[in-house]
């Protein structure tokens, strides 16, 4: 199946501060996600991006998907930024494959 | 999100006993999935469904069966839970083969 390779593991912010989430993937995709899961261990939809670049709030993603990686911006962060953002990858079968994630903890 | 609940949302249980955890949905999505989450491990597909009665498997299917008989109903079976199935467990929705999945809020399942 797909690898997808998260970076960086952990990442320690102060809040203000901005930061990029980079996604590698090793094979070509259908399409591609970014999740939030908060604290509380919910899942949320962030994007759903399978090439070019959105914007949603203080967060943005692009994903280049002919050099197989996503980026995930997130600016000006918030403690509520804090979690696991997770990238997912859908390979030709429609099957979703996940990263192992990049934990966020923004300090006040 | 996808109107998705799932039950129940904590379990503890005992090695060798069957255990069943419920997804429902409301939006009356074609795809569902079962996925556990591991540490380390990230979210991993157990099995999915693309219709009623159709369903296959996914990566970390041994141990697990699953049954859709209606559209918004898809059933987890641990057949004989074992500790190795202590995990929390996500079902997910998706309206067609493309467009977005949408997640559950999870169950927390302990086997002793």
């Known amino acids: 199946g797909i690898q997808v390779e998260q970076s960086p593991p952990d990442l320690i912010l102060q809040e203000g501060a901005n930061s990029t989430l980079r996604c590698n993937f090793s094979?070509?995709?259908?399409?591609l996600q970014w999740f939030h899961q908060n604290p509380w261990g919910q899942l949320i939809n962030l994007f759903y991006?399978?090439?070019g670049t959105k914007q949603n709030g203080r967060l943005s993603a692009t994903t280049v998907a002919t050099e197989r990686y996503s980026l995930l911006y997130i600016s000006s962060s918030q403690t509520t930024d804090s979690g696991v953002y997770f990238c997912?990858?859908?390979?030709?079968?429609?099957?979703?494959?996940f990263g192992a994630g990049t934990t966020v903890t923004v300090r006040a | 999100d996808a109107g998705i609940t799932q039950s129940p949302r904590h379990k503890v249980t005992e090695t060798g006993t069957p255990v069943t955890l419920r997804c429902h949905q409301t939006?009356?999505?074609?795809?569902m999935y079962w996925y556990r989450q591991d540490p380390g491990h990230g979210l991993r597909l157990i099995h999915y469904?693309?219709?009623?009665?159709?369903?296959d498997k996914g990566e970390v299917s041994d141990g697990y069966s699953v049954s859709r008989s209606k559209t918004e109903d898809f059933l987890l079976t641990l057949e004989s839970a074992t500790s190795s199935q202590t995990s929390v467990y996500f079902c997910?929705?998706?309206?067609?083969?493309?467009?977005?999945?949408?997640f559950g809020p999870g169950t927390r399942l302990t086997v002793l």
């Open positions: 997910a929705t998706r309206q067609g083969a493309q467009g977005e999945q949408f």
């Open positions: 094979d070509s995709v259908n399409n």
């Open positions: 991006i399978p090439s």
């Open positions: 997912a990858v859908y390979s030709n079968d429609y099957k979703l494959s």
């Open positions: 939006e009356n999505h074609r795809y």
């Open positions: 469904s693309y219709g009623v009665k159709d369903t």
